[in-house]
């Protein structure tokens, strides 16, 4: 079992930025990927970004491509996202996953919730104009 807790959300205005942080505890030496999902209110869930353990490769939605970064520090167990130029339309609840067996987003597989076995709570994220 896996416990995924995230921190770091809040209200920023347009362009602004913000560093969100998913500490990871429990059983955590089988996990392949962590990645951010996003929810806003009335629409479905989304992939953000996904950080591969092994190789420490990065896949990335195309809203978010060079805007936001996914990282990893394995010392902490933490999974981040920096988010940079935030804009009202990334306003969404900010999910961290994890699971032990991972696509290959790259090469164009739909990232998808149901993909993910383990999820924390979400952390708010709300970017005015």
């Known amino acids: 079992q896996v416990q995924l807790v995230e921190s770091g959300g809040g209200s920023v205005g347009a362009g602004g930025s913000l560093r969100l942080s998913c500490a990871a505890s429990g059983y955590t030496s089988n996990i392949h990927c962590m990645g951010w999902f996003r929810q806003a209110p009335g629409k479905e869930r989304e992939g953000v970004a996904i950080?591969?353990?092994?190789?420490?490769?990065?896949f990335y939605a195309d809203s978010v491509k060079g805007r936001f970064t996914i990282s990893l520090d394995n010392a902490k167990n933490t999974l981040y996202l920096q988010m940079d130029g935030l804009k009202p339309e990334d306003s969404a609840m900010y999910y961290c996953a994890a699971d032990t067996v991972c696509l290959d987003y790259g090469l164009g597989w739909t990232l998808r919730p149901t993909d993910f076995g383990s999820w924390g709570q979400g952390t708010q994220v709300t970017v005015s104009s």
């Open positions: 950080f591969y353990i092994g190789d420490q490769d990065t």
